[in-house]
């Protein structure tokens, strides 16, 4: 099983930036995805969650408006597109893959994000 993050790097604020998340080894349609972000010295933050067939989405009330997740089963990926960036939003970015139905779930590494001029 391997979820691997892609697609961070340092951004001015109010820049924009795409993550991208490829799942392997599971599958990938069974299962609702989540992003998470921590920042140093914070604990972990759910930032968006979408439903395995894509159907439904939520985010944190500091990315509302801001963020999108997204997802497309074909390819087994799921996205975070993220604008009007704030120094705020710097943090390890990481994808959740979790199906309750017996309580699998895996993470992938994360990708540093960072918003500074």
């Known amino acids: 099983v391997q979820l691997v993050e892609s697609g961070g790097g340092l951004v001015q604020p109010g820049g924009s930036l795409r993550l991208s998340c490829a799942a392997s080894?599971?599958?990938?349609?069974?299962?609702?995805m989540r992003w998470y972000r921590q920042a140093p010295g914070k604990g972990r933050e759910l930032v968006a969650t979408i439903a395995s067939t894509g159907g439904s989405t939520d985010y944190g009330d500091s990315v509302k408006g801001r963020f999108t997740i997204s997802r497309d089963n074909a390819k087994n990926t799921v996205y975070l597109q993220m604008n009007s960036l704030k120094p705020e939003d710097t943090a390890v970015y990481y994808c959740?893959?979790?199906?309750?139905?017996?309580?699998?779930?895996?993470w992938g590494q994360g990708t540093q994000v960072t918003i500074s001029a």
């Open positions: 080894g599971f599958t990938f349609s069974s299962y609702s």
């Open positions: 959740y893959a979790l199906r309750v139905a017996g309580w699998n779930d895996y």
